[in-house]
């Protein structure tokens, strides 16, 4: 079993920046593939960008490519999601998830998933 926990989220102004974090525990770390997903109220769930287990490849979204920044320290076990430039339809409940064979966009690829942090951007 993998346990995620998020942290970082709040309240922030339009244009604002944000650093989520997930801190992974149960498995050794370097083995999965780590990704961030958002939900907006009413919405599917949605990914955001993902990241190979040594980091060297990374993925995003159209909607946060160029503003938002995933990457990863092994030796801490942790993952992080760098947002810049935001905006209001950024807000959303984002989710740390994690997977050892699947690395794509789909959700059900993705085997573990923490309990989501707030993230409200206001105009």
């Known amino acids: 079993q993998v346990q995620l926990v998020e942290s970082g989220g709040g309240l922030v102004q339009a244009g604002g920046s944000l650093r989520l974090s997930c801190a992974a525990s149960?498995?050794?770390?370097?083995?999965?593939?780590m990704a961030w997903f958002r939900q907006a109220p009413g919405k599917e769930r949605e990914f955001v960008a993902r990241?190979?287990?040594?980091?060297?490849?990374?993925y995003y979204a159209d909607s946060v490519k160029g503003r938002f920044t995933i990457s990863r320290d092994n030796a801490k076990n942790m993952v992080y999601l760098q947002m810049n430039s935001l905006k209001p339809e950024d807000t959303a409940v984002y989710y740390c998830?994690?997977?050892?064979?699947?690395?794509?966009?789909?959700?059900?690829?993705?085997?573990?998933w923490g309990q989501g942090t707030q993230v409200t951007v206001s105009s």
């Open positions: 990241i190979s287990k040594s980091g060297g490849s990374t």
């Open positions: 149960g498995r050794t770390f370097s083995s999965l593939h």
């Open positions: 998830a994690a997977g050892s064979v699947g690395y794509s966009s789909a959700i059900g690829t993705w085997d573990y």
